[in-house]
């Protein structure tokens, strides 16, 4: 654990008992808990809710927004939902999102990227109403026109991520094909080096059943030539 967090805890175990030593009576103090319990189920649901591919979503802010919010939002959350801090058995998982869209925001170029997907679905949103960047809903965005972005920003999201999966679909392919033609090289190159070396190893062979041959026709030859011979006499 980090030395920041580890004193936000430290902070929170401190706050919290003080709070004990104000509330003496049973109930208050089974209030507190259960009011306690309910918040952070309440936040562990809307983090397993968001929209995951949107990181801004995961943490509750709105994109722009400086990287002070964000480690400040992340620390706050994610020590209200610990799975140490709460019996919560979704809190590992909530837990694990929250932290893969910190990480995600403080990433420069993924950052960048999804400030892209942002920006255009607001740019579509724009031109599907025929609105410019001085109309009052684009300069100062009601509630329905973020419904409508946030919305948009789904699709565009979505449609990145299926171009991200089938770009690397066709990579792996690409990379498939190129690694079975190096395999088939390789195993021709193997071929021939194993015929050569075979060939090498039966030459003396080749060698000694090309002098037999040699041998037997020369001695075919000299047998017909006994045969013309005539007798004397």
């Given at each position: 654990m980090a030395e920041d967090d580890?004193?936000?805890?430290?902070?929170?175990?401190?706050?919290?008992?003080?709070?004990?030593?104000?509330?003496?009576?049973?109930?208050?103090?089974?209030?507190?808990?259960?009011?306690s319990r309910a918040i952070k189920?309440?936040?562990?649901?809307?983090?397993?809710?968001?929209?995951?591919?949107?990181?801004?979503?995961?943490?509750?802010?709105q994109p722009g927004v400086p990287d002070s919010?964000?480690?400040?939002?992340?620390?706050t959350k994610s020590l209200l939902i610990h799975p140490d801090k709460t019996s919560n058995p979704s809190a590992p998982d909530a837990f694990d999102r929250l932290k893969k869209a910190q990480t995600s925001l403080m990433d420069e170029k993924e950052r960048a990227r999804l400030d892209e997907a942002i920006a255009d679905a607001r740019?579509?949103?724009?031109?599907?109403?025929?609105?410019?960047?001085?109309?009052?809903?684009?300069?100062e965005p009601n509630e329905e026109f973020r419904k409508a972005w946030r919305e948009k920003s789904k699709v565009v999201l979505i449609d990145n991520e299926m171009r991200r999966r089938k770009r690397l679909k066709a990579q792996m392919q690409e990379e498939g094909r190129q690694q079975k033609k190096e395999d088939e090289e390789l195993a021709e190159r193997k071929r021939k080096r194993e015929h050569e070396q075979s060939w090498e190893q039966t030459r003396e062979q080749r060698?000694?059943?090309?002098?037999?041959?040699?041998?037997?026709?020369?001695?075919?030859?000299?047998?017909?030539?006994?045969?013309?011979?005539?007798?004397?006499?």
């Open positions: 580890a004193d936000a805890f430290a902070d929170l175990e401190k706050e919290a008992k003080e709070f004990d030593k104000v509330l003496s009576l049973p109930t208050l103090r089974l209030s507190a808990l259960l009011l189920d309440t936040e562990i649901d809307r983090i397993l809710k968001a929209f995951k591919l949107d990181a801004y979503a995961v943490l509750d802010l919010d964000i480690k400040r939002v992340y620390r740019m579509l949103i724009m031109r599907e109403r025929k609105l410019t960047t001085d109309s009052p809903e684009v300069k060698i000694g059943s090309w002098r037999d041959f040699q041998k037997g026709i020369k001695g075919e030859g000299e047998k017909k030539k006994k045969k013309k011979l005539k007798p004397i006499g």
